[in-house]
């Protein structure tokens, strides 16, 4: 079985451009999570959809992100414009909510440096 | 809120040394806790988990064992691999409410394990 597959696994832009990063979830699973990894600030959840609907973005940053889920088996993460402090490697993951154990399945992440 | 402290790292053995991270939790009714693991260049991946009081979660000679008493989950191997070298994470899943879906992850200890 496929994955979490997220693209692309390196982004180098420049301060002010629009940066979109695309998350496929295992196939049936019905909760999507992107996450932000920094040296700083570890692990930070910045938003979770169930069945293609958001259910907390309490942890997007700014207006400068957004995120959306057009269907059960593609979400993007966008920011616009982007700033050096965005610098960051994203993940997506994806679980099952039916008898939900707490695992997340992972994907390789989307470094992402802005300069 | 929710919160996950673990031991700052690097942490830096030899092999076959005995391994200890410890991690401590803030949560109100019952968490869940697990241990993620990220091997270089790759996202997490579930290591172990317990989900109530006194069970110990165990998997690939590493063990954890959930203290409610302590609000504590450290981990441990009793000899370590040069291929366990990774950045281990303590994470928490809330019992409660709007939290039940979300982890909340440490800022992740950093193995190295020299042969």
């Known amino acids: 079985d496929a994955g979490v597959i997220q693209s692309p696994r390196h982004e180098v832009t420049e301060m002010g451009q629009e940066v979109t990063l695309r998350c496929k979830p295992i196939?049936?699973?019905?909760?999507l999570f992107w996450y932000r990894q920094t040296m700083m600030r570890g692990l930070e959840l910045l938003i979770y959809f169930n069945n293609n609907v958001p259910i907390d973005d309490s942890g997007m940053p700014e207006d400068r992100f957004s995120a959306k889920m057009p269907n059960a088996s593609f979400s993007t993460l966008k920011i616009q414009p982007s700033e050096p402090r965005d610098s960051a490697v994203y993940f997506c993951a994806s679980s099952q909510g039916q008898g939900y154990t707490g695992e997340l399945f992972f994907g390789e992440g989307s470094r992402l440096t802005v300069l | 809120g929710d919160s996950v402290t673990q031991m700052e790292g690097p942490v830096t053995l030899s092999e076959e040394a005995f391994l200890t991270i410890n991690c401590t939790y803030t949560a109100t009714g019952y968490p869940s806790l697990f241990w993620y693991v990220q091997y270089p260049g790759e996202g997490l991946q579930l290591l172990l988990k317990?989900?109530?009081?006194?069970d110990k979660g165990s998997n690939k000679g590493f063990e954890a064992t959930y203290r409610k008493e302590t609000t504590s989950f450290h981990l441990e191997k009793g000899s370590v691999q040069v291929s366990d070298s990774a950045v281990y994470f303590c994470a928490l899943r809330g019992s409660s409410g709007g939290s039940n879906y979300k982890l909340t992850f440490g800022k992740g200890t950093l193995l190295t394990v020299n042969p």
């Open positions: 196939s049936g699973h019905d909760y």
């Open positions: 317990a989900t109530k009081a006194d």
